[in-house]
């Protein structure tokens, strides 16, 4: 069971250092309310799993020589957890500032008594015994004890009650991923109430009643808490995450896509080696891709030739193209030609062509698509493929390393 509580206790923390990936993202959580909240709550769900496994409460207990003294620091832990929990609904809810910081500080407050209260009751208890699983059904009717561990659940329930409430407020007010994180931990948080909280209020109650329903405590709930945390911690993760994976997959597919391009022109260009290493995040190459790329069309703009550039229009609009499509395949033709005449050393045109490349004229989104959109073409197009086919490739000193 240890390893189990141990996985979700790893899983739950780095959905929270995913928050604080980047230094200056971490700066700017800092000063965010909900964030700092949401981070909080993570933290102390992964504490609490750390405290509630067998391998850590045995460690503690020899440590202070006190029978069972990890389930006052476990249930404790729990308590300061449900309390992350009520204050990250508050900053949910919003507010004035000076409300949200009230029903904060009257939170702490209460889970703040809850705590001591716990401690107060272990305290008094006798409970000298060591259980490292079945704590709660095994003390269900010692005095002191039996109150600590209503009173842990009940202050845990109320939090994660709460949670479920205004998740299913708040789901039908956003959209997209956000709502799909929402329903995550939505649903995590309905697997603590049913198969943590109500396994373990009816193993409890069984043990008041005289029955033994002790493997709903022991066995059913530790691993039903653990796959809630595994699917809050998805929930937390996966507005933040999703779209910054995806956007570097599109960076990762557009790179490749200017790989031929960059690879015809990359000796044209006068754009310093590119920093860092294969490691780099693929947005951070592509950026240094495109603006090389740029660099290598403004010193081949004394080789375009209106000539060349007019026949593949020509020919592309008769073959079907829209007009679009047959500018982009003429542009790439004419860049073509011009490389060819560049890498051979030929002298540039008596009279260039003024023709700017719209990828060169376009905003930087739009621009960065046309720029894939002509790589394409000159690598896939045909009409490209013969303006290119004596194109002189350059020497190795005249190029340059690429990411």
């Keep these: 069971m240890s390893l189990v509580v141990y996985v979700a206790a790893v899983v739950l923390g780095l959905s929270g250092a995913v928050l604080f990936r980047r230094p200056r993202a971490g700066v700017r959580a800092v000063r965010n309310p909900l964030t700092v909240s949401t981070c909080a709550a993570i933290a102390l769900g992964t504490l609490v799993f750390v405290c509630s496994a067998p391998l850590t409460l045995a460690a503690v207990n020899d440590l202070t020589g006190v029978p069972n003294f990890g389930a006052p620091l476990t249930y404790g832990m729990l308590s300061a957890y449900s309390c992350s929990l009520f204050i990250l609904l508050i900053n949910w809810r919003g507010g004035s500032r000076e409300r949200i910081r009230r029903m904060v500080l009257c939170g702490i407050g209460a889970y703040g008594a809850l705590i001591v209260a716990i401690v107060v009751l272990f305290t008094l208890a006798d ?15 010692t005095p002191y004890m039996r109150e600590m561990i209503v009173l842990y659940l009940a202050g845990h329930s109320v939090a994660t009650i709460g949670l479920c409430a205004v998740g299913v407020k708040w789901g039908r007010e956003v959209t997209g991923l956000l709502r799909t994180g929402l329903r995550l931990i939505l649903i995590g948080s309905l697997l603590d109430v049913v198969g943590f909280q109500l396994t373990k209020y009816t193993a409890v109650v069984a043990r008041w009643s005289g029955h033994d329903l002790d493997f709903l405590s022991t066995s059913v709930a530790p691993q039903m808490a653990s796959l809630g945390a595994l699917i809050c911690s998805v929930g937390f993760v996966l507005p933040r995450l999703l779209p910054s994976v995806a956007a570097h997959w599109h960076s990762l597919r557009d790179l490749r896509t200017l790989g031929p391009l960059w690879s015809a022109l990359r000796f044209a260009s006068t754009a310093p080696p590119a920093p860092g290493s294969w490691w780099r995040l693929p947005r951070e190459r592509l950026q240094w891709r495109e603006v090389a790329i740029h660099d290598a069309l403004l010193a081949l703009a004394p080789y375009f030739d209106d000539r060349v550039r007019e026949r593949a229009l020509d020919s592309a609009l008769r073959a079907g193209r829209s007009p679009d ?13 011009a490389a060819r005449h560049a890498a051979a050393r030929a ?20 621009g960065l698509a046309e720029l894939v959109e002509l790589a394409q073409e000159f690598t896939e197009s045909f009409r490209v493929g013969a303006a290119r086919e004596d194109t002189v490739t350059a020497t190795p000193d005249q190029t340059q390393g690429a990411p």
């Design 325 to 337: 499509r047959a500018r982009v395949v003429a542009e790439a033709a004419m860049l073509a030609s």
């Design 347 to 366: 002298r540039p045109l008596d009279a260039p062509s003024g023709y700017r490349l719209h990828a060169t004229k376009v905003s930087t989104t739009n």
């Design 127 to 141: 409970a000298r015994t060591e259980r490292l699983t079945d704590l709660d059904t095994y003390y269900a009717n």
